[in-house]
């Protein structure tokens, strides 16, 4: 009997044990967001179509304003991008003659586009024009080099936020060039923070499309009959800076994505972001 009960103890522990050497390599397997995502997130990422050159946006992104010159576009057909670097608080811009040149291959720029595109980029071919502060742009890529301490933020420009009468849709590329190591352990706000020194995200966009609704609703005329009086009315959804995800949640439900950064939290609806700090709303989109 004493034999039996020791070989069903082993049982049950070699079963214990398994079942918590599961739950080890299935919370192992469960790894954190990095950096590349948790920056795509906070910044939606437009999507360029090079075959339909009038209209070169397919899809738009967050709106960001430019904080620093010394930013030089190239249009958009141009096979060389003109980098910048950002370090040390400062704008390093690229050479005076980066993009005042003839396309650096015509074959490669064939195979990449259309050929109604390459004819109006032939057309539109310029010398490098400088993106000035205040210009507002999307940004086209994110890419993290954690070795090399770096991120490299792909733009191009808003010409429908920037109000041009001849749309350029001028394209650039910022380096933003960190300490040895300082990007395998630095936090996504300080990050973001220093992005924010040279790309600044415009939060009135989101604010008026958000409010846009409400201003159609009120301007609709009253129906004959008084059929308008007997319907009733639509309650206003706010938000304000400081309420609690709970508060949130209330007025405008349940969102799409929620992203978790820890101290940081971010919402994302159909046409609205919302981050939270520390459980207070700290900024919307």
């Not at 015509?106 to 000035?132: D, F, G, I, M, N």
């Not at 394209?171 to 990050?191: C, I, M, N, R, W």
Request: with cysteine; charged share 20%.
């Amino acid at each position: 009997m004493q034999r039996k009960f020791q070989i069903g103890v082993r049982v049950v522990g070699m079963l214990g044990a398994g079942i918590l050497s599961c739950s080890v390599a299935m919370a192992q397997d469960a790894a954190p967001p990095s950096l590349k995502e948790q920056l795509e997130a906070q910044y939606n990422l437009a999507t360029v179509n090079l075959d339909s050159p009038q209209t070169p946006i397919s899809a738009p992104g967050t709106v960001l304003v430019l904080q620093k010159d010394g930013i030089l576009g190239v249009p958009l057909g141009n096979a060389k991008v003109c980098t910048s670097r950002y370090q040390d608080a400062k704008v390093q811009a690229p050479s005076d003659t980066c993009g005042n040149g003839k396309k650096a291959n015509a074959l490669h720029t064939l195979a990449r586009l259309s050929a109604a595109a390459y004819a109006v980029s032939k057309v539109t071919e310029s010398k490098a024009h400088p993106l000035k502060t205040g210009d507002k742009v999307y940004p086209t890529k994110i890419d993290v080099d954690l070795e090399g301490s770096k991120i490299a933020f792909g733009i191009i420009e808003c010409d429908s936020c920037n109000g041009v009468s001849q749309p350029s849709s001028l394209k650039s590329e910022v380096v933003f060039q960190f300490a040895d190591g300082y990007l395998k352990t630095a936090g996504v706000p300080e990050v973001e923070d220093t992005i924010g020194q040279v790309f600044a995200i415009d939060n009135s966009s989101a604010q008026q499309d958000s409010s846009q609704p409400a201003a159609q609703a009120g301007d609709q005329p009253a129906q004959a009959g008084g059929q308008a009086d007997q319907q009733p009315q639509q309650q206003t959804k706010t938000i304000q800076l400081g309420m609690t995800p709970d508060q949130v949640e209330t007025a405008l439900g349940q969102p799409d994505k929620k992203v978790d950064l820890g101290a940081k939290k971010i919402y994302v609806y159909k046409d609205l972001k919302v981050t939270f700090a520390d459980g207070k709303v700290s900024d919307v989109q």
